[in-house]
Nanobody, 121 residues
């Protein structure tokens, strides 16, 4: 079994900062990519940022310069540092991992349960 557990969401004022964490645990052979997606009210889920096993990153244009994704391979954990938050960043943020469990030779995509981020004064 594999689990992704997120933490760090909450309520913050515009211009504030939050740091999200997501730890993968269970019978994991290898993690290829980890990332964050979000789904705002009445919107489709969208990519926020991803980080590959070699540390290379991709991020949505809407968060470039404000959000930073990082990864600790030893801890199977991905972080999302969010600065200069805006009301339009309000969403449920989901952790995502592409990984190979120990019981299979193929990789699969896994999701966390989601953590709410609300940006409001």
């Amino acid at each position: 079994q594999v689990q992704l557990v997120e933490s760090g969401g909450g309520l913050v004022q515009p211009g504030g900062s939050l740091r999200l964490s997501c730890a993968a645990s269970g019978s994991i052979f290898s993690i290829y990519a980890m990332g964050w997606y979000r789904q705002g009210p009445g919107k489709q889920r969208e990519l926020v940022a991803t980080v590959a096993s070699d540390g290379s990153t991709k991020s949505a244009d809407s968060v470039k310069g404000r959000f930073t994704i990082s990864r600790d391979n030893a801890k199977n954990t991905v972080y999302l540092q969010m600065n200069s938050l805006k009301p339009e960043d309000t969403a449920v943020y989901y952790c995502n991992a592409v990984l190979q469990p120990k019981w299979t030779m193929t990789s699969n995509q896994y999701w966390g349960q989601g953590t709410q981020v609300t940006v409001s004064s």
